[in-house]
């Protein structure tokens, strides 16, 4: 309760509340290396701040956008990026994307590109 019994609003209990270190959340350590993303539709969620790798690509990625489609979004070329982080080959890469963005129906030349470009960054070069 945050009211007092004299009717007051009970600082110390909001103060406590602040001041209390964070929990680690299913067994895994908080280590400031985390974002919350607040999306329009759905539940929020927190992520993992991007590592150098993912910030590359999805930069590239957001590029190509913009040069096929003329769009930018970050967070597309994000959700983009890590379809294809793990994957061992294009055609790995285009089933998992399609089954996170199939309703995009991208075309080939750019689903190569996008691989060609995630695969520039894992190899060190950008």
């Known amino acids: 309760q945050t009211w007092g ?3 007051r609003w009970n600082v110390n209990y909001m103060i406590g509340m602040r ?3 964070p929990k680690s959340s299913e067994g895994k350590m908080v280590n400031g290396k985390e974002t919350l993303r607040l999306r ?3 539940s929020a969620t927190v992520q993992e701040t ?3 790798f993912e910030e590359q690509a999805t930069k590239k990625v957001d590029d190509l956008l913009e ?3 003329g ?3 970050l967070e597309l070329a994000t959700t983009i990026v890590e379809a294809g982080k793990d994957k061992k080959n294009p055609d790995d890469f285009a089933e998992a994307l ?3 963005l199939g309703d995009f129906a991208f075309p080939d030349v750019f689903l190569f590109d996008v691989w ?3 695969g520039d960054v894992k190899n060190g070069r950008t």
Do not use: C, H, L
Request: charged share 30%; proline share 4%; net charge negative.
């Open 116 to 118: 060609g470009a995630i």
């Open 98 to 100: 399609d089954s996170v």
């Open 67 to 69: 040069s096929y489609m």
């Open 50 to 52: 991007p590592n150098e």
């Open 5 to 7: 019994q004299d009717g």
């Open 19 to 21: 001041t209390r270190a």
């Open 71 to 73: 769009i930018r979004d």
């Open 40 to 42: 329009s539709k759905g």
